[in-house]
C-alpha cells in the first residue's frame, strides 16, 4: 500500500463481509466490511486513527483509496510471501552489516523490513511513535547508503561502546557511527535528526547536491550503480527487467547475433552465483562515478566476477567484464553445491533452461547431475542425442513424405502437371533448412555456451541462406508461369507484364535476404555495412544511374500500363510484338522475326504507340475511274459501295465513308474509308481480301472501269494494305 507521505506492506484476511488486517511497519491495523468492489473501515496507529474507503479496480489486482481527511491511500495485489530479515547483533560489525542489509532490502520494494531495521537502533526518549521512530530509522540508512565500507571493519571491541567511521568514495565526507553493547546485543545509536541531515548534505556535494532518484542505477556510472541495476533486473525479469540487466552485462567479444540468447542465459547463472557467494552489501561496493579502477566482486580458479568501466561515447559507464560472462557458466558449477548466503537472495526467473532444470529435477534429480566425460548435466546429453536423432529422422524421412504430400496437394489444387516436379526440386533444399531450425531451436533449449559453437552457429546460418535461395528461386519462377498461364486465360486487370516484374523484384527481395541472413550468420557488422551503404549511396546512384533508371522505368510501365504482353507497339524506328518486360528491359519481336532489347528507362520516356489497345483496324484505299464514266453510274457504284462495305461482316457499321474524293490526272478518284473487326493481322488480311473482290465485282456489274490500279493504305505496323486488281 501506499500513500502520500509513505507506505507499507499489509496482510488482510477476510471472513464473509468483514475485512482485519495488519502492516507491522508502523504497527497498523484495519478493521472494516467489504460490500461488493467497495472496503470501508478504520484504520489505527497506536494512538491515532481514522477512517478509509477502498474500492477494487476492474483487474481486481489493486484499489484506489481515500482518507477521512481527502489524502489518496492506494494497494496492489501481491501473492509474493513475506521478507523476514537476519538481525545479527553479537558484534558491532554484524549489527552494522544486518541494518545496512535490512534497510538495503527496504529500499528495494520490501518495504515492511525498515521496521526490522529499526529494532537495531537505540532512538533518543524523544521518539516514541512509530512514524517518528521509522523516519529517523530511514534518514540513517539513507546516510550509511552514501558510504563505502572499503576496509574490513574492527572485530570485537574490549569495551561497550565503539564509534566506527565510514568514509564516502571519491570524497572527504565522512560520518561517525556510535555502536553500545545493550541485554539483546550490540545496537546503533541514532543521531540527532540535525545530525543526520548535516552529513546528508555533505555526502551529497559529491553528486551535486541532490539525492539520486529511483532509476539512477540504470545510468551506471559505478560498480554500485551496475550492480544494484542487475539485481533490479532480475528481480523484474518479466517485466521489462532482461533488458536493463543486459545493458549491466559487457558482451562485446560475444558474437551479434548471439548477444541476447547468451546474454539471458549468462545472467541467470551468473546470479546463481551471487546468490550462493554471498550477500551483495551496496556500501562494500564502490559508488564513485570518477573511479576508472575494476572492482572485483568475486574470484575463483575458473574464473571472476569483475565490473569495469569503458567508454560509451561520450560518458563513462561501468558493466560486468566480458571474461565475467564468459565465466558464468563455471561460477555456477563451481558453486552449485554450496548453500545460499546470509539473506533472501533473488530468485531466478522460473524461465529458458532454469524452468526446464526445475521441471527435470521434479522428475529425477539424476537428470541434472553432470557428466565426468562431457562437463554437461545428463538431461542436455540426452537432448542432444535426441537432436541427431531428429536430425536424421527428418531429413531422410519427415521431409521427403512432407514434400511428396505438399506435391499431390498442389497438382490437385493449380492442375499443373511440372507442380510435382517443383516439390521434388525442394526437398534438399527443404532439409537443409529443417536441420538449421532443429539445431538452433535444440540449442537455445539445452543452453549449452562456448566458442566451439561460434563456427557451428555461423555454418547453419550459411545452411539457411543456401536452403533459401535453393528454394526460393525456382518457387517464384514456378509461381510466375502459373500466374501467367492465369493471366493469359482470364480477362481480369491482372497481365503477365505485372507477373513479371512481380517475379523479378521477389527475387531482388530474395538475394537482400539471403545477403542479410548470411552476413548475419558470419556476424558481420551490419550497422557499419548499412553506414556505409548511406555513405557511399550516392556515389553508388551515380555509378549505377542507368541501372537505376531501368528498375523505376518497370515500375512507371507497371503503374502506368501502356502495353501488355502481345501487343503490337511502335517506338521510334522500331515496330513489332512485345514478348517480355522484365526489371530491366523490355524484349520485342519485330516484322523481320528479330528481338530488339529496349531498356525500361528509355522505353518509358519514348512516345509508345500500341496498336495492340486498338478497337478497330483503319482501311483507306482510293479507286481511279476512267474519264468518260456517266455520272449517274459513277453515284450508282459509291452508293452500291457503301452498301457493299455496311454489310460485310467484318466491318463497322455507320463508320464507312465514299465518295469521289478528286479528279485526277489519271482518272475520277473514289475514296473508301472503313474499319475493320479484326484481333490479330491474319483477320484483317482475310477481311480486307474479301472485301475487295466484292469491290471488283461491283466494278464489273455497274460497268466501271478502273483507269489505273488503286493505292490501298492500312496504319502502319500491321500487314500492309494490298491493293486491288487493275481492271482493263
Known sequence: MAWPDGGAEAVLTQQGSEVTGTYRLYGGRLQGTARGDRLEGTWTEGTRQGRFVFVLGPERRGFTGRLEDGAWWTGTRRTRPALVAELRRDTPQATLLSFLRTGNAASADHPDLMADAARLLAFGPDATDPRQRIARTRALYRVLALTTIADPLPPQPDGDAVVLTLGQSGSEAHVAVTLRRAAEGWEIVVPPPLVLAAAERTMLQRDGGRARGPGATEALRSPRDTLRSFIAGIQSWDQGGVDRVLATLD??????????????????????????????????????????????????????IAIAPSLEGERTVFRFTPDTVAAALRLFIATESMPRGIGPGVPTPPTGVFLVRERLAAVSPVLLERSLLTGLENWQVIAIVAMFGSLVLATLWVVPLAMRA???????????????????????????????????????????????????????????????????????????????????RTPGSMDDILVSLTAGV????????????????????????????????????????????????????????????????????????????????????????????????????????????????????????????????????????????????????????????????????????????????????????????????????????????????????????????SAA
Open 251 to 304: 558482451l562485446g567479444e560475444v558474437r551479434t547475433t548471439d548477444r541476447e540468447d547468451v546474454g539471458r542465459l549468462q545472467a541467470l547463472y551468473l546470479i546463481q552465483a551471487l546468490n550462493r557467494i554471498g550477500p551483495w552489501d551496496w556500501q562494500m561496493v564502490p559508488d564513485d562515478p570518477a573511479t576508472g579502477e575494476t572492482f572485483v566482486f568475486f574470484s575463483h580458479r575458473v574464473g571472476r
Open 406 to 488: 505438399l506435391a499431390w496437394l498442389a497438382v490437385r489444387l493449380s492442375r499443373e502437371p511440372d507442380a510435382a516436379a517443383v516439390c521434388a526440386r525442394l526437398v534438399w533444399p527443404l532439409r537443409l533448412i529443417v536441420i538449421a531450425a532443429i539445431w538452433f531451436n535444440f540449442r537455445r533449449l539445452i543452453a549449452i555456451v562456448g566458442p566451439g559453437l561460434t563456427v557451428l552457429d555461423a555454418t547453419m546460418g550459411i545452411v539457411v541462406a543456401v536452403g533459401l535461395a535453393w528454394a526460393g528461386l525456382p518457387l517464384i519462377d514456378s509461381a510466375a508461369r502459373w500466374f501467367q498461364g492465369r493471366a493469359r
Open 506 to 725: 521477389a527475387k531482388l527481395g530474395l538475394v537482400l535476404l539471403v545477403a542479410l541472413i548470411a552476413a548475419k550468420a558470419l556476424d558481420l557488422p551490419l550497422g557499419a555495412m548499412l553506414a556505409g551503404l548511406g555513405i557511399g549511396g550516392l556515389a553508388v546512384a551515380f555509378a549505377s544511374k542507368e541501372a537505376l533508371s531501368n528498375l523505376f522505368g518497370a515500375g512507371i510501365l507497371l503503374a502506368d500500363r501502356p502495353f501488355t504482353n502481345g501487343d503490337t507497339i511502335a517506338v521510334g524506328d522500331i515496330q513489332g510484338t512485345v514478348e517480355h518486360v522484365g526489371i530491366r528491359s523490355t524484349r520485342i519481336r519485330t516484322m523481320d522475326d528479330t528481338v530488339v532489347v529496349l531498356p525500361n528507362g528509355k522505353l518509358s520516356d519514348a512516345l509508345i504507340n500500341n496498336y495492340g489497345a486498338r478497337r478497330y483496324r483503319l482501311f483507306r484505299t482510293k479507286f481511279s475511274v476512267a474519264y468518260g464514266a456517266h455520272p449517274e453510274r459513277l453515284e450508282a457504284f459509291t452508293r452500291r459501295l457503301r452498301e457493299v462495305v455496311d454489310v460485310h461482316k467484318s466491318t463497322v457499321e455507320e463508320r464507312t465513308q465514299v465518295g469521289v474524293w478528286q479528279l485526277g490526272e489519271g482518272g475520277v478518284e473514289i475514296d473508301l474509308v472503313c474499319y475493320f473487326r479484326a484481333e490479330t493481322a491474319a483477320e484483317e488480311r482475310a477481311a480486307r481480301h474479301e472485301l475487295l473482290l466484292q469491290v471488283m465485282r461491283l466494278a464489273e456489274e455497274t460497268g466501271v472501269t478502273f483507269a489505273a490500279a488503286p493505292v490501298a493504305t492500312a496504319q502502319p505496323g500491321v500487314a500492309g494494305a494490298a491493293p486491288a486488281p
